[in-house]
């Protein structure tokens, strides 16, 4: 598993002391001790949601966070509720993410390390 990686529990086996936590198609078995290595996720960010559907979605909308208040962001964070979306934060924000249409550049290098690893 990665950090990051998303999963459901599946089957705690307290005779075996065996937790089985279902990440997408697959099955992994944690024994009872190994139980540190994973981490309850209460939330995650927007960019790990997409392509994903969930019962209710709730988005926080911060002033503090100028730089993610985006159009595109805000979008993505509501089409992912199935039920019930929450918009819970400043109506400032919320309007300064509609007005803003424009994504920032990344600079990840990514295309250049892409190069590299062919030659």
Do not use: C
């Amino acid at each position: 598993m990665f950090n990051g990686d998303i999963g459901q529990i599946a089957k705690i086996d307290l005779v075996e002391r065996e937790v089985v936590i279902r990440f997408d198609q697959r099955e992994v078995v944690y024994d009872f001790g190994e139980l540190d290595e994973v981490s309850l996720a209460f939330a995650i960010t927007i960019h790990k949601s997409q392509g994903s559907e969930f019962p209710v979605v709730v988005i926080p909308l911060a002033t503090q966070h100028y730089l993610l208040l985006q159009r595109n962001l805000v979008y993505t964070g509501i089409t992912r509720g199935k039920k019930l979306v929450v918009l819970n934060g400043q109506r400032k924000a919320l309007a300064i993410a509609v007005k803003n249409n424009r994504t920032e550049n990344r600079f990840s290098e990514l295309l250049s390390r892409l190069e590299a690893s062919t030659q």
